[in-house]
């Protein structure tokens, strides 16, 4: 039996693997700093004691404290809000856009076919980075243009799918059968081919959220997100790597939580994935 079928078999058992399982408790424990930070930061992320600067991880601040003094649980925690509502609005953003240019592309065929697909490739032809970084640049830096940068650099990728999709439905006996019956094609469209298009699609979003939650993080650390003193993760990197020697936790910490998102949001879009396939 294959991972995707004893991945099946386990769910039906009711067994779900502990590393999914630990996995889910590390993105619930994300959101809920996301959601409600002063419910679980002790301090203001903003708030100096200069006084208290590079303090190692103690009871006081178990993170420890950075060069102004800030408590750097109390930063991290906040930074989860940037980092997720950037991670889901971009892939939100992308799959939405990526749906609309791979179904033009697969209904239409012919010319808009050709032409959409030759400007997804070119598109594609440059890495997902250096593409979010070129868009940032024309844009400028910030929270906001982060987003459409990372959105805009992910559409290629779910097009492509969705007009692979598309095109293997499209051909389907049930898409068949309607048009025979004299169905108008709108209503083909939304009733049988987006249908059938779009779960496939919203599965490999979940790995996407990862992806762009990690591009985020680069785009911050080289200086392209959002400004001092935002407790942004990719940001506190940046500031943290002239500290390593006098204090390390000043940039562990916050790539530790950056590094435990992503992996839990690739296992939880793994594994969701494997279910899927294995159900087919």
Not at 9 to 16: D, T
Not at 19 to 26: D, E, N, P
Not at 227 to 235: N, S, Y
Not at 241 to 259: E, H, N, S
Request: with cysteine; proline share 6%; charged share 10%.
């Amino acid at each position: 039996m294959g991972g995707a079928g004893r991945a099946a078999g386990k769910l039906r058992r009711g067994r779900v693997p502990l590393g999914v399982l630990l996995a889910g408790l590390i993105l619930t424990f994300m959101v809920v700093c996301a959601l409600a930070p002063g419910f679980v930061a002790p301090y203001d992320p903003y708030a100096p004691d200069l006084l208290a600067s590079l303090k190692p991880p103690s009871w006081a601040h178990i993170f420890g404290t950075d060069q102004l003094g800030r408590d750097i649980f109390s930063r991290v925690v906040h930074g989860a809000s940037y980092s997720l509502y950037i991670g889901l609005c971009a892939t939100a953003l992308a799959v939405a856009a990526g749906i609309v240019i791979g179904l033009s592309a697969g209904v239409a065929g012919g010319v808009i076919d050709l032409a959409l697909m030759r400007v997804i490739d070119v598109l594609l032809a440059f890495p997902g980075l250096l593409m979010s970084m070129a868009v940032v640049a024309f844009l400028g830096t910030g929270v906001t243009n982060i987003l459409i940068a990372i959105a805009i650099a992910s559409i290629p990728g779910y097009a492509r799918i969705v007009r692979a999709q598309v095109m293997v439905v499209r051909t389907s006996g049930y898409v068949e059968a309607a048009r025979v019956l004299g169905q108008p094609p709108m209503r083909t469209l939304l009733r049988h081919i987006l249908p059938n298009t779009v779960g496939p699609l919203i599965v490999l979003s979940t790995l996407g959220i990862g992806s762009a939650i990690l591009q985020s993080a680069a785009l911050s650390y080289l200086g392209l997100g959002p400004k001092a003193p935002t407790p942004e993760w990719g940001l506190m990197l940046s500031e943290g790597q002239g500290y390593l020697r006098r204090g390390w936790w000043v940039g562990i910490f916050p790539g530790v939580f950056a590094t435990a998102t992503i992996i839990s949001t690739t296992v939880l879009g793994r594994y969701i994935k494997a279910l899927t396939d294995g159900r087919a």
